[in-house]
Nanobody
Framework: QLQLVESGGDLVQTGGSLRLSCTAS??????????IGWFRQAPGKERGGISC????????YYEDSGEGRFTISRDNAKNTVYLQMNSLRPNDTAMYYC???????????????????WGQGTPVTVAM
Protein backbone atom coordinates (compact mmCIF):
# COMPACT_ATOMS: atom_id res chain seq x y z
CA GLN A 1 0.00 0.00 0.00
CA LEU A 2 1.28 3.44 -0.92
CA GLN A 3 1.97 5.88 1.92
CA LEU A 4 2.46 9.61 1.52
CA VAL A 5 4.05 11.96 4.03
CA GLU A 6 4.01 15.72 3.59
CA SER A 7 6.46 18.08 5.26
CA GLY A 8 7.72 21.62 5.03
CA GLY A 9 4.68 23.53 6.18
CA ASP A 10 5.41 26.50 8.41
CA LEU A 11 4.46 30.00 9.46
CA VAL A 12 5.86 32.59 7.05
CA GLN A 13 5.43 36.29 6.39
CA THR A 14 3.65 37.67 3.36
CA GLY A 15 5.97 37.56 0.39
CA GLY A 16 7.96 34.66 1.76
CA SER A 17 8.64 31.24 0.26
CA LEU A 18 8.26 27.65 1.30
CA ARG A 19 9.10 24.32 -0.25
CA LEU A 20 6.78 21.49 0.61
CA SER A 21 7.82 17.87 0.23
CA CYS A 22 5.74 14.76 -0.36
CA THR A 23 7.60 11.50 0.14
CA ALA A 24 6.03 8.29 -1.09
CA SER A 25 6.75 4.80 0.10
CA UNK A 26 5.22 1.36 -0.03
CA UNK A 27 6.35 -2.22 0.19
CA UNK A 28 6.05 -3.77 -3.23
CA UNK A 29 4.74 -0.55 -4.71
CA UNK A 30 6.20 0.92 -7.86
CA UNK A 31 6.27 4.47 -6.53
CA UNK A 32 7.79 5.84 -9.71
CA UNK A 33 4.69 4.92 -11.71
CA UNK A 34 2.42 7.14 -9.63
CA UNK A 35 1.35 10.64 -10.50
CA ILE A 36 1.58 12.92 -7.45
CA GLY A 37 -0.59 15.97 -6.97
CA TRP A 38 -0.74 18.84 -4.49
CA PHE A 39 -3.99 20.13 -3.05
CA ARG A 40 -4.98 22.56 -0.33
CA GLN A 41 -7.91 23.28 1.90
CA ALA A 42 -8.36 26.52 3.77
CA PRO A 43 -10.57 26.69 6.86
CA GLY A 44 -14.22 26.74 5.86
CA LYS A 45 -13.47 26.20 2.18
CA GLU A 46 -13.53 23.29 -0.21
CA ARG A 47 -10.39 21.50 -1.20
CA GLY A 48 -8.69 22.94 -4.25
CA GLY A 49 -6.27 21.33 -6.65
CA ILE A 50 -2.91 23.03 -7.26
CA SER A 51 -0.98 20.87 -9.70
CA CYS A 52 0.16 17.34 -10.43
CA UNK A 53 3.29 15.79 -11.91
CA UNK A 54 3.30 12.41 -13.53
CA UNK A 55 6.05 9.83 -13.52
CA UNK A 56 7.09 11.10 -16.95
CA UNK A 57 7.19 14.69 -15.60
CA UNK A 58 4.02 15.76 -17.37
CA UNK A 59 2.61 18.64 -15.31
CA UNK A 60 -1.08 19.38 -15.03
CA TYR A 61 -2.41 22.53 -13.40
CA TYR A 62 -5.70 22.49 -11.53
CA GLU A 63 -8.02 25.33 -10.67
CA ASP A 64 -6.09 26.60 -7.63
CA SER A 65 -2.65 26.60 -9.24
CA GLY A 66 -1.28 29.66 -7.46
CA GLU A 67 -1.23 31.98 -10.48
CA GLY A 68 2.28 31.05 -11.50
CA ARG A 69 3.74 31.38 -8.02
CA PHE A 70 3.85 27.63 -7.33
CA THR A 71 6.12 25.12 -9.06
CA ILE A 72 5.88 21.36 -8.81
CA SER A 73 8.88 19.11 -9.34
CA ARG A 74 9.83 15.51 -8.80
CA ASP A 75 12.91 13.57 -7.68
CA ASN A 76 12.27 9.90 -8.44
CA ALA A 77 15.51 8.84 -6.79
CA LYS A 78 14.12 10.15 -3.51
CA ASN A 79 10.49 9.22 -4.22
CA THR A 80 9.69 12.84 -3.42
CA VAL A 81 7.60 15.52 -5.10
CA TYR A 82 8.14 19.14 -4.15
CA LEU A 83 5.93 22.20 -4.25
CA GLN A 84 7.93 25.43 -4.34
CA MET A 85 5.73 28.31 -3.26
CA ASN A 86 6.88 31.88 -3.73
CA SER A 87 5.37 35.29 -3.03
CA LEU A 88 3.06 33.80 -0.44
CA ARG A 89 -0.08 35.66 0.55
CA PRO A 90 -2.35 35.39 3.59
CA ASN A 91 -5.00 33.67 1.45
CA ASP A 92 -2.51 30.87 0.78
CA THR A 93 -3.00 29.83 4.39
CA ALA A 94 -4.31 26.27 4.30
CA MET A 95 -3.60 22.65 4.98
CA TYR A 96 -1.63 21.30 2.05
CA TYR A 97 -2.03 17.69 0.97
CA CYS A 98 -0.39 15.47 -1.57
CA UNK A 99 -2.12 12.61 -3.29
CA UNK A 100 -1.12 9.83 -5.64
CA UNK A 101 -2.64 7.93 -8.53
CA UNK A 102 -1.31 5.09 -10.70
CA UNK A 103 -4.23 4.72 -13.08
CA UNK A 104 -3.74 7.62 -15.43
CA UNK A 105 -0.11 6.69 -16.11
CA UNK A 106 1.82 8.30 -17.72
CA UNK A 107 -0.38 11.36 -17.18
CA UNK A 108 -2.18 13.01 -14.26
CA UNK A 109 -5.81 12.53 -13.32
CA UNK A 110 -8.26 15.24 -14.39
CA UNK A 111 -9.10 16.31 -10.83
CA UNK A 112 -8.60 15.53 -7.17
CA UNK A 113 -11.50 13.09 -7.01
CA UNK A 114 -9.53 10.61 -9.07
CA UNK A 115 -6.63 10.30 -6.63
CA UNK A 116 -6.78 7.22 -4.46
CA UNK A 117 -4.04 7.77 -1.86
CA TRP A 118 -3.72 10.86 0.33
CA GLY A 119 -1.29 12.10 2.93
CA GLN A 120 -2.18 13.65 6.28
CA GLY A 121 -1.30 17.17 5.23
CA THR A 122 1.12 19.87 6.32
CA PRO A 123 -0.09 23.28 7.53
CA VAL A 124 0.96 26.54 5.91
CA THR A 125 0.20 29.84 7.60
CA VAL A 126 1.02 33.13 5.94
CA ALA A 127 1.01 36.10 8.29
CA MET A 128 0.19 39.60 7.15
Amino acid sequence: QLQLVESGGDLVQTGGSLRLSCTASGLGVDVESYAIGWFRQAPGKERGGISCISSRNYVKYYEDSGEGRFTISRDNAKNTVYLQMNSLRPNDTAMYYCAADPIYYPYCPPSGGFFGSWGQGTPVTVAM
